[in-house]
Structures are given as C-alpha cells and as structure tokens.
C-alpha cells in the first residue's frame, strides 16, 4: 500500500532521490512507447497528466494511480 488512498509502491532497480521520482521513471517508460513526454519536466504526477492527457484519452478514472495501473 501507498501513503496515500489508492496509492501503491512498486520496486524497482532505480535508485530513488529528488528530482529521479516514480514520476519521472514513468514519463520515461510513456516516452519509450511512443508517448510524445519530456521526463524532465514531469516531476509530480500532475505533469505527467498534463503531458498526456492532450494526446489522447484517460484510461479509468483520472488519477496518476490509475495511469500507473494501466502502465503495469
């Protein structure tokens, strides 16, 4: 469980500090599918919504944890 509501932690091999976040490893993995992204600018989840919301359609309920759960 997450700290927040529906929130989840994952693992991952990365290491974790600011400004290297959960946020910016999906804009990367977004923009290795071909999501047109710029993982420097996404820092908070709002700014990865912000980035793709535009280029398409939400998947579930518009919230990051639902981007993360249509991701993994």
């Known amino acids: 469980p997450g700290l927040y509501g529906d929130s989840f932690f994952y693992r991952s091999g990365e290491s974790y500090y600011f400004p290297k976040t959960c946020n910016s490893w ?3 993995a977004l ?3 071909g999501v047109r992204i710029v993982p420097q600018l996404s820092m908070t ?3 990865v919504l912000r980035q ?3 280029q398409g359609r939400v998947i579930g309920k518009s919230s990051p944890t ?3 759960r249509a991701l993994f």
Do not use: N
Request: hydrophobic letters at 60%.
């Open 45 to 47: 989840a709002g700014a």
């Open 31 to 33: 923009a290795k599918a």
């Open 26 to 28: 999906t804009a990367r």
């Open 52 to 54: 793709v919301r535009p």
């Open 66 to 68: 639902a981007l993360l």
